[in-house]
Each structure stands twice: as structure tokens, then as C-alpha cells.
């Protein structure tokens, strides 16, 4: 079975902190997401990248930036948190090409921005 | 642009009911259509899919199916259960969105015995 690990299921952060969300995945899928899951909103796309060193803007990028040094792991950074940050953030991988494949969920990390 | 209507909920059945969770989209082309299901503390996974017109998807006793005309794509089960209690993502994918998945807002089901 597909993995998709989150290196923390819930944190809490102060404002201004630099925060790290990890994310591996163990089926050497290209295709790597990060969502934002919020109420009401269901999930909005922040950073995705097919390949490593290679990232592509989302629709909510403003505030984040991501990292693929490597194909199995995908970094989030929230350069400086901010209370409109404190969402549920999942992780995901998937085969190319977009969209045709199925997509792989990571649980899910909680965070708190105070 | 694309986009993916669901209904709101959440969605309260007793167990063994029928259940339907509307899914209305706007899309050029043929896309194709998703349900994810997020079981609580779980993060997403696929229940089914369809990727032309008239497919039906089908899962664990769910079923949608692809229509074209209506542009809808239904999530139904004949007898639900308490373990289907989740919240219900509807999404797609078609060449506008660079066949990024276009999501639903989500629908919670909760089923009460």
C-alpha cells in the first residue's frame, strides 16, 4: 500500500515562528501536493511539484514556500506564521499525469498559529 | 472555469437508509470526476471514479455515475452504516485546469444507529 507520512500530526505555533511541515511518501510517485483543508472551503491547492527541485504555484501560495530535494519528501514553510494559518494541512503524491491518477493522502497535520 | 458544486451539510440518515450527496460541475471538454472520502483523523482516499460520460464508478456499495447532460455526478448508496460516517469530496479534472483536481466544498454524512 501507498504510504504518505506526515512528520506531525499536530502542532502549535506562535506567530512570526518559521514552522516545517514534512512529508514523505514511499511509492516513488513525481507528483507531490500540498493542501489546505479548511471548513466550508474544502481544499485548496498550495504548492505541488512533479519532480524534485521542481514546484509550481497552487492557488493559495502566498505565505508558504516548498522544498523537493529529494523525489520521496516534500517540505512546507510558513516563513513567519500568522494566525490565518492555523488550518489542517495535508500532503499528497500521486503517478503523473495529473489528474488521471489516483491521489494518495497523508492524515493530516494540524497546526495552531497563536 | 471549472468548478464543483456539492451540497451542503452535513447529511443526518439512521442507519440503512438511501443516501444521495449531490455533485454539480461546470466544465469545458470531458473531465473526469471523483469522490474522495476522509474518514475522522484520516486524511482523503479515492471511493470511486469516472472518467467519460455514462461511466459508473463504484465502491464499497457506492455508486455515481457520469452524466453528461446534467452535468452531475451523484454519490448513492442503497443502505448506509455508521461506519460510513465521513465527510464526501466531489472533484475533477479536465484539460482547463491543467488537470489539476477542482475540488467540492465537502459534505459530512453522519449516520446515527
Known amino acids: 500500500d501507498v504510504k504518505v507520512t506526515q512528520s506531525s500530526r499536530y502542532l502549535v505555533k506562535r506567530t512570526g515562528e518559521k514552522v516545517f511541515l514534512e512529508c514523505v511518501q514511499d511509492m516513488d510517485h513525481e507528483n507531490m501536493f500540498w493542501y489546505r483543508q479548511d471548513p466550508g472551503l474544502g481544499l485548496r491547492l498550495i504548492y505541488f511539484?512533479?519532480?524534485?527541485?521542481?514546484?509550481e504555484k497552487g492557488d493559495i501560495p502566498e505565505g508558504y514556500s516548498v522544498s523537493r530535494e529529494k523525489k520521496e519528501r516534500f517540505s512546507l514553510i510558513l516563513e513567519s506564521a500568522s494566525t490565518n494559518q492555523t488550518s489542517m494541512y495535508l500532503c499528497?503524491?500521486?503517478?503523473?499525469?495529473?489528474?488521471?491518477?489516483?491521489?494518495?493522502f497523508g492524515e493530516g497535520s494540524w497546526l495552531t498559529v497563536v | 472555469g471549472n468548478s464543483v458544486t456539492q451540497m451542503e451539510g452535513p447529511v443526518t440518515l439512521s442507519e440503512e437508509a438511501f443516501l444521495t450527496i449531490n455533485c454539480t460541475y461546470t466544465a469545458t471538454g470531458y473531465p473526469s470526476l471523483f469522490w474522495y472520502v476522509q474518514y475522522p483523523g484520516e486524511g482523503l482516499q479515492l471511493l470511486l471514479k469516472?472518467?467519460?460520460a455514462d461511466d459508473k464508478g463504484s465502491n464499497k456499495g457506492f455508486e455515481a455515475t457520469y452524466r453528461k447532460e446534467t452535468t452531475s455526478f451523484h454519490l448513492e448508496k442503497g443502505s448506509v452504516q455508521v461506519s460510513d460516517s465521513a465527510v464526501y469530496f466531489c472533484a475533477l479534472s479536465g484539460s482547463e485546469s491543467n488537470y489539476q483536481l477542482i475540488w467540492g466544498a465537502g459534505t459530512k454524512l453522519i449516520i446515527k444507529p
Open positions: 499528497a503524491s500521486s503517478l503523473p499525469p495529473f489528474g488521471r491518477n489516483t491521489i494518495y
Open positions: 469516472a472518467t467519460k
Open positions: 511539484s512533479y519532480d524534485v527541485k521542481m514546484k
